[in-house]
Structure formats: C-alpha cells, structure tokens
C-alpha cells in the first residue's frame, strides 16, 4: 500500500526536519492541486531524513521516515518529532496536523537498541523547552488537533502514538501490537493509561498481557479508531480530508474543546503518566530484559525468571 497517495506534487513546499529537527514549517508555495498521486519516494539509508515535515494549506504533514528499519523509532527521530509539534504549536497559520509512516508500515515501534543506553543512564529523553512531548506523557499538551493515520505494522511505541492522537485513523491492512511484556519488557509510553481509558480494562488487558496483536477492525469494535479505510482510498487521504475540515473550523473554539477535554481526564491519569518513565527504565537493567533480546536475537522462546 501505497500511504502516501492523495497529495498533490505542486501543493507542498517540503521540508526536512533532520535529528535535532531545528527547522520550523514553511508555507506552500501554491494552491492545492485535487490530482491522487504519490509524492514522497522511499530514500537510501544514508540519504534518508528520519522526520519528513510537508505543509498542505493549514495542514501539517508529518512522516516517520525510517522504512529500511519499518518505521522503528530511535531517540533522534523521537525528538525530531518533539520538536515538529512544538513548531506546529506555535505556527498561527497552521490548524491540523497529521502524523503518517513512509513505505509499507506506520512504525514497528521502539528502536531498543538505540534506545537501551539512553535508558540505562536514567537521563530523560526530551530536555528541550523548545519540545512537545509525542507520548503526551507530561505538560506541555499540544493545543491543535493531531490526527494520526495508521498502515501495515503498528506496534508498542507506534500504537501509543497513535493512541495519543484527538483523532485516529487505519488502513483496513493495519497490525496492531503491544507486545512488550512477551519482550522483559512493558507498555510505557501510555498504552496502560491511554488503551485501557479507550478501550476498556478487559480489551486492554486481553492484548497487552498476552501480547497477541490485532487488526483495524478490532480496534474499531474497541473504540480506539474512528475510520477504518480500505483501497483504492489511503488512510492518510482520509485523514487529509478529515483534516481540512477541522482546520475550516473556528481555531478559538477548537483550542478551548481540546483545553476542557484534558482538564476531563487530566486529574485520573497524571499521577500514572508520571512515572511511566521511571517504570519502564528500570526494566532495562533486569535480568529478563537481557533475556528478552537474546531470545529475540536467536529466535527462540524466552524464559522468564522475574528477575
């Protein structure tokens, strides 16, 4: 599947937000143009930006862009994205925005390998003021709307970003997945506080406990996605049309529904959100963690001894 189909050539000014993503959204240069055709081509690894940033309109466009790796994400591609919402945020003239995957899935998750010395340190991930942070585990939120649109693989670190989104969209072809807990591992980037709100206790605890995955039209029936999309439309041309229509909205009245629709939910899940890092960080130095990338690295079952 193709995601990138729906946006025209001639409509977007593109930029590339590399690493430290220091680079703030630009304007089009052009009207749109209606014609369905691909856009972003797959890039060599050495050529290859791990954070595309695309503008259409008052729609930003932001595009995981690892596929040579399926999408998994490192720390600097973390903090790229960081840094694109705190641009977003702060951009007047921008009024949605949507975060894609290049290539065949939306994104296997965490990048453990480059992730495990960073968490090993106890240092946080994102230390910037000039960040948002893209797990939405801590303040500040986003104040515009994010709409994420989902395709082929989409595991723990990627399902969480997903599940951070105000709205969620998933090609008819997506995998679903927390799997942490069959790794030594477990879901801290908020699926225990956003999939279980969302979900229910027992559609939560079914999936992450066992670490079976599911499809889009599972997470329809739970709740988690709002429009399950099938060819020759891509779920992020819906997403696109979605997002034009919050942008066409009052910007005012849209920052304060975000505004009261945190303040709902903020006081219940605080506290948990708060030490999700610490949770997870620990888990890095245990014994079954270490057994978790062996018995992956060999392909055989881990064995456990809760230590």
């Not at 130095?285 to 064995?303: I, N, S």
């Amino acid at each position: 599947m193709d995601l990138n189909a729906g946006l025209g050539r001639r409509d977007l000014f593109i930029s590339t937000v590399l690493l430290t993503a220091t680079l703030p959204l630009r304007r089009a240069s052009a009207a749109p143009d209606s014609a369905v055709e691909a856009t972003l081509a797959e890039t060599p690894k050495d050529a290859s930006p791990k954070l595309t940033v695309e503008r259409r309109g008052q729609v930003a466009l932001l595009g995981i862009n690892r596929p040579y790796i399926q999408n998994r994400v490192d720390p600097e591609t973390f903090h790229a994205l960081g840094r694109a919402y705190y641009d977003y945020n702060r951009d007047p003239s921008l009024r949605a925005a949507i975060l894609f995957g290049h290539g065949d899935h939306f994104s296997r998750g965490i990048d453990v390998d480059a992730f495990t010395a960073l968490a090993r340190t106890g240092e946080p991930l994102l230390t910037d003021n000039d960040v948002i942070d893209p797990l939405a585990k801590r303040k500040p939120w986003l104040t515009k709307p994010l709409i994420v649109a989902v395709h082929g693989d989409t595991w723990n670190m990627a399902d969480e970003l997903f599940l951070a989104a105000d709205i969620r969209v998933a090609a008819a072809n997506t995998n679903f997945g927390q799997d942490e807990n069959t790794h030594g591992r477990f879901p801290g980037g908020a699926s225990t506080v956003r999939f279980v709100h969302e979900a229910g206790w027992g559609n939560a605890m079914r999936h992450m406990l066992t670490g079976d995955h599911w499809t889009a039209q599972d997470a329809y029936r739970m709740g988690t996605v709002q429009d399950v999309v099938d060819p020759p439309q891509t779920a992020l041309a819906r997403a696109i049309e979605i997002a034009n229509k919050v942008a066409a909205c009052g910007p005012l009245g849209i920052k304060a529904t975000l505004e009261s629709a945190h303040l709902a939910i903020e006081g219940e899940a605080a506290a948990a959100l708060s030490q999700l890092d610490a949770q997870y960080g620990a888990l890095f130095h245990t014994e079954d963690f270490q057994e978790g990338r062996q018995a992956e690295a060999l392909g055989r079952a881990p064995v456990y001894r809760a230590k």
